[in-house]
T-cell receptor
């Protein structure tokens, strides 16, 4: 069974903290994605990676960075968390033109 | 104009009803199309891809109209378990799915 896992389901952080969200997939997919999902705004792409050590900005990269040191792992970093980064964060992976498989999501609250 | 537009609903239908959703897209160069389903507080999951000739999977039928730039999803004999948000997704890149354009979703509630 295909699997994308995310390090936390719920996370509460304070403004200014550095936050790491981890995503691991076991399908040997070359593509990995980080989205955030907010009511009324839908799914918005933050960053994606199509190979190890490769990354590309999505639609809303400001305030975020990413790291992909291994094929199976894609990390999202909030260098200095702010309250407007409170959101549901979804990681996904895919191969070629095939479907994107999503992790269960991390609901991040920044106080 | 949004790149992908959907009626947010909610659509409230009784069990057994037939319901249809439409989704319009603005980029005429769009390559491929999908419907994803998202249950409350869960991640999106692929429901079906949409092919030019139309395709059917059990009670679900998807259609593509390139001339009018819309895709549709028809659900027949609705079940309670069909209650979810249905996301229309468009891929504008040939050869990969690195940049998908997501609609905001249409909410469906199937009532007993």
């Amino acid at each position: 069974d295909v699997k994308v896992t995310q390090s936390s389901r719920y996370l509460v952080k304070r403004t200014g903290e550095k936050v790491f969200l981890e995503c691991v997939q076991d399908m040997d997919h070359e593509n990995m994605f980080w989205y955030r999902q907010d009511p009324g705004l839908g799914l918005r792409l933050i960053y994606f990676s199509y190979d190890v050590k490769m990354k590309e900005k999505g639609d809303i990269p400001e305030g975020y960075s990413v790291s992909r040191e291994k094929k199976e792992r894609f990390s999202l970093i909030l260098e200095s968390a702010s309250t407007n980064q409170t959101s549901m964060y979804l990681c996904a992976s895919s191969s070629g033109v095939h479907e994107q498989f999503f992790g269960p999501g991390t609901r991040l609250t920044v106080l | 104009r949004k790149e992908v537009e959907q009626d947010p609903g909610p659509f409230n239908v009784p069990e057994g009803a037939t319901v249809a959703f439409n989704c319009t897209y603005s980029n005429s160069a769009s390559q491929s199309f999908f419907w994803y389903r998202q249950d409350c507080r869960k991640e999106p999951k692929l429901l079906m891809s949409v092919y030019s000739s139309g395709n059917e999977d059990g009670r679900f039928t998807a259609q593509l109209n390139r001339a009018s730039q819309y895709i549709s999803l028809l659900i027949r004999d609705s079940k309670l378990s069909d209650s979810a948000t249905y996301l229309c997704v468009v891929n504008v890149n040939a050869g990969n799915n690195r940049k998908l354009i997501w609609g905001l979703g249409t909410s469906l509630a199937v009532n007993p």
